[in-house]
């Protein structure tokens, strides 16, 4: 039974005060409807919509999930695709993929856009892909992204230039992705008063070398910044975008 | 020699333009001027106020370090003060004492505030030092703060309330500390639009129980959140001020 | 507003459907009542009464949370109190003190019954105050408790006879604690019917010496048991008592 | 030697008694008999039957095994089955396959079935194969099994409604699999009076996400859970079918 | 009732066959005696005497059962004993007291003899400690010790001096004693015929400084030897007098 | 130049004390021959022969180092072989393969043979060929090896039964394999006298399952034992028959 | 806009003192030029050329960094190479292939070459691809190297002999490559004036099995050595080198 | 025997070759003079003075080994003094004393010098005790210290001047101490060709915060540095002066 639904009982006198309390307190939302429903209505309630982890699904199970949240939010996103899951998703529709984050989405809808601003930038070449996860999931939560990709410690002279660069393009929150000692988002959030999403990559060797000296670096830095999870580009892209997005929402 | 002078001499001719060039590319920032100016300079750049770590540090030096940054910046927040560099200090100056969460300030100028509004939730009340640290910061930054303790997710029912009165105040960004299992934030970004910090807190015993179960926990969260170190309380609470204090200057 | 006043009003026409279903949704169990009221709603549901940590807390938090439980519940259960917390609640009420498990009980209310049985065995001598914990606490769920201590591998005929007792008696759960290795529980678990619960205890020394060899141990352990953090007596006790009175309520 | 030709020898004097002490001192339980009876005596003590791991074993001891166990036991329950282990056994025998959970069980005779009733709950997709484990084991233990797939804290809603449902179904025990953070256990345990066992599993990346936070996410809750190993689907089944199991032969 | 009670009564016609055998396997060697005689009939079994760690025991738990044992066994060893323990037990019994290695020992019974020989070295002054605790278990358990201490890598001539003595004087076992990086024993291994017995101690600072360096290096050791844990000196001098004193028996 | 060629100088006035001093302590050993004759040394001096481990070696080279120990020993012993090893050491040579333990042995010269005697106990059958690396190399060394597999803690009956054989047939120590918990050399230690060397094996999964949770559980053992690394069949055998040979040696 | 264009602009009097100061502050090292440019002065400053990892970068992105840095440098060193990325850079261009370190260089300039010398030592066999790692960039910056290999702690003699050559040739620095339990640097560091610096290998298994064991054990070195990352040749050859050439640099 | 015994026996015809080979083997460098000597050839011989941690040693035990190494060196140096140590040591001689190291200097010879030039940066004031530490022993090593203290990332334009300063002075090593993220080491080894040695301090809280992220972070550095233990300020130090000294040598 739906909240309406006892709500109504209550109204047209078929239900008691004592036995609708109880009806919401042991049953609560269970009949809000079907699950497409649901799903909108936690994408309005916290702004981020869901994505589809391919890693440790069979290509069916992931395929039903795809499917089912295309059809209900006009739009599927999946982020750890491997060529297998890749192919089958292509059999039953048409996908754009994203090669290096090895993210597809599958639309219906047009893309919407807010006014924010996500500027993303990458220590090395190889911190590329896990900048493209957040990248990705910050536009289609309608934001601007500006990207600046191989801009480490060790050519600071560039990060410089593409600073100021993203500042002239008021950006509202910078993700700042780093494998191996994870130094760039200290170094970033020491020049900008913009805040900073450090992003640790699984980029590295030997001790420390999965990403835990990132983070703990990230973790221990001087300067303030935030942290998620080694790789976890979809987080900090989406965490970014609600900054942006509440910050130019703010504003209006 | 400072940049200023370096540029003066150029113009006048008083230096050619490879050795200017060398002066700047070896010396760097080398001559801007005393310290005092430097970190007004940093205040200006990344908008947040430098803090000093009290713990580890003797008495003397404490004491030398923050007495000069009251003399240049009109303001020393000294955090994780010991009972005993607190009497050292309270014989040298005026101190505004926070004794939950341990925080000095030394205060010459009166504080300014931006439009800026920080939610700050505290899960049991063990959690409560590390909140007041990300609270007394955030003020000091210039943001409104609105607080609820004792929040966990063992009393959910007002937890929603609480938010709500959030809500309705306008919140930019929410800290959420907790310790034990450090479910708390994932519940709360779950709910809310708004950015969510998780600052995990070394409250429990056994396996993790110094903040790794609380840290882990928020890293490997579903919800969109991001995370600060263990008992990290300054750099959630000047996080979230950074977050609410850009999105207020976005807005004008 | 609380829930029943929302249903008192969709009747009575002063709120209508849309209204109604929202302010369930948004504030969810928000006003419920006073705190006190809840507590025991919550005592009601989950059949564990609420136990105060005192490590961690200041005297003056303590006693306040302790005093306000004692007259909510007619009993407050303090676990892990120092000397110093001792003093502070015995100047304030009447104090139950268990020594070996460092438990100070508040009482207004006579314990009360069920026909749950629970036993507990500790491994070693220095296991012991953290199997009295779990015994103190299934006692005030209103179990029987029958104890074995010392009965350790190393003298495996007093734990046959011992089980021996306890089996007679109608045990419906079992708390093994263990600290060094952890063997025990594995052993108990091999020999009866009975679910045994694992309590991994912070004895011993050099690698793992802080309950982890115990814990990883009982984890990986051959035998069907299950397991609570290191040192946590409080879980392991009251999750016995949680099976022996389900499993006489169902009786019934 | 067997133990009662030990006592004849005694009762014949063929044996005096010192010599017959250190017989059974020495020799133990040496000459119980076959295997095979061991095997059925161990079930009959502790209520959990035999099962073998397929993991690391080579394709023909497993066989072995398998065949061996079936012959004494009437049923072989095999976890952890790579494709080619399968096909090997399928060769030798008729095969029940669950490919969920990767369980192959060989039958001779029928399911056996108690009144015990024990309810799974899944928090998301990627937790289902672990989860699938658990409800097999628990189903050979003579229980009804009721099962809530993807039920996470994201939908708590599902949650309130699967659980209702669950509990007037009279489940004795609940086992709750959880990847990633791992909070649905201590949610539900914060909800019902039922033991509630938590199941962490590997599903997850970056720092903890082999299991390790929703281990000690569960090891840490405030509620009051118990754990078994990360993946140990069958610990988890076996040891909620203890519980059901126990409680119902209490009743009668 | 004890094991021989059992056989008699069989003898006697008092006890039937298959109750005796149920006796037998439920109740063990539960009736087997008084406490200090099982004692008794462990050392004899496995050939080490009962040690009783002082750590984590209060003082008068700790008289208790050196008392107990003193009685029963004629000998009293306790380790990690604290100057407040000592004094309590001091107040009760002549006290053997080993200041480096905070043994003590209470005798009522002169020490036996074998004819086992056993090597202690130690690396460092920091690792004496820890020797003298292996040294006086091998003495309590009859071998004669002889010690080279401050022979640690950096003297390796020393090594070699007083290895050749070891030799000469005809060791059946070598305990070698090493913190920091623990190189010795691998060192001693790499030397000789005897077998080595590496104890790693808890002296260093920094990462692996706990003692987990010395443990991992010897665990890793290119040469052969075995390992106790870090700081169980009373574990390696049990083992190197276990191998001594067999080796002996063995020649008789 | 090789140490008795320094003598000889010396002897005949051709080279002087000190520079025959020198030459000595700056060369050390360097010239006393051709690696095969140091290897014999070797194996004179500390009782143990050189074994390859071939993981990690290409083909090629792993075959030059077996060919030249074959050449020089009569006897090369290879372990951790991969079948495309296996292969390439086919062409070349003879091969004993045993396939469970995957040694492979080149042999020109016969087995010799020592009074030594080693038992070798496994848990489970996922710890056989750990087991059997240490019983190659054992019966490499000269000893009789007995063994007993599949005696876990689960069917302890058959276990004492097993140890009693091994008793009587004079075995001068044992080693006992153990995965999972690893608690099966703690039980045999607290049964015999004979010296125990703990084997942890890396079988199980989850927390501790890569052979850690053994390990810690046999290095905090509450009985006298020593332990080498996970999965070191090779050294745990080679140590037991170093005790071994070294006892039989005393003896004679 | 350049460093020198903003100079010949305030020099010109085209742009005020203030502008030129904020140009300089906000855009740093900007406008320097080409990134070839920029390379070659890294390498000026540090003395350490750019090496590319392939490791994680698929062929396509290797190839066209690999390309770049030859046109600009002349050359490009590459590690890590795998067959598939070995292929394709040899469709692109002429490969020198150094198989055991799996280095690949691209090459035009002929090499340069300093007066330093650097010793390289690797204590077993398996150490040897790391140890050749260090070596080839060693040479690639202008080195002489001297190498011993296999000459481990087993074989102590060959290392007097080897050490006592290298010194006879003059090394400034050495670089000692050891897995398993790490304890050559140690010994090397022991018997030298140069300094030494420890290169952990990820060889051997079980506990502290991937390097750790090596890595902790050198940094708890008794004797002074610095330490690079498991596995690192890369890092230690280039340090060793560096410190070679700063000392030759020094001499002249 | 000493070694020249030996070879004037073999001389004198008074010792055959077999057994002359046979005493050098067996007893090695056994015979080679008094302590004192020895200790001056390993200076000689490695050129780092032996330094005493007094950290876990008792004042007598440390004031003999102080009072030993004064009489035979004409200098004592003392590590991690405690006010106690201090104390006894000052009753016993003049002490040299070094507050914010903690380093105790007992002396009868003056202090020697080398041409070698050091430089010693720490990032924070809290890292200043760990880098006087390595300061006083480079200059005990007859170095040339320059200090910059406080130029942590943070004021970057501090670090630039000072490290001109160092390079116009001829540093032949840097020694760069941090704590928190440990970044600083490799901003420095990015700018300079001088060898740069990361001394990662135990400063900091958290997740990573007793060194081990600036350990990692160091040993992770994109930069090339070689890295010694947390807080091991004497081991930087004197590995600095190795390199100086080397340097210098190699200069003559």
Redo the contacts between chains.
Sequence with gaps: MC??DI??R??N?DMD?IE??KQ?????????GKIAK?DAC?MA????PEVI?A???NAE?LMD?AMAQLKSEGRAIITRVSDEQLGALRKASKVEWHPHARVAILRKKKKSSTDGVVGIIAA???DIPVAEEARIIAEEMGCKVITAYDV???????L??EL?KMIDA?V??LVVAAG????LP??V???????V?GL?V????????S??????????????????????GF??G??AA??A????E??K
Excluded: W
């Design positions: 909240l309406r709500l109504s209550v109204k006198g005060l609708a309390e919401i307190r042991l049953y609560g939302y269970q009949s809000v649901l936690r309630r916290i702004g981020v982890l890693e440790g699904k199970d999930i090395g070449t190889a480490g410690v060790a050519g600071i002279h560039r410089f230039s100021s008021g509202d929150a191996r000692e994870g130094a200290a170094v959030a020491g020049l900008v008063d913009v805040p999403i640790p699984s980029t590295g060797y030997g001790a420390g070398g990403g835990e000296a990132a983070l703990l670096s990230m973790l221990q830095s001087c300067s303030v910044l935030s942290v998620v999870n080694i790789d976890a987080v900090a989406a965490f609600k900054i997005n509440k910050a130019r703010d504003k």
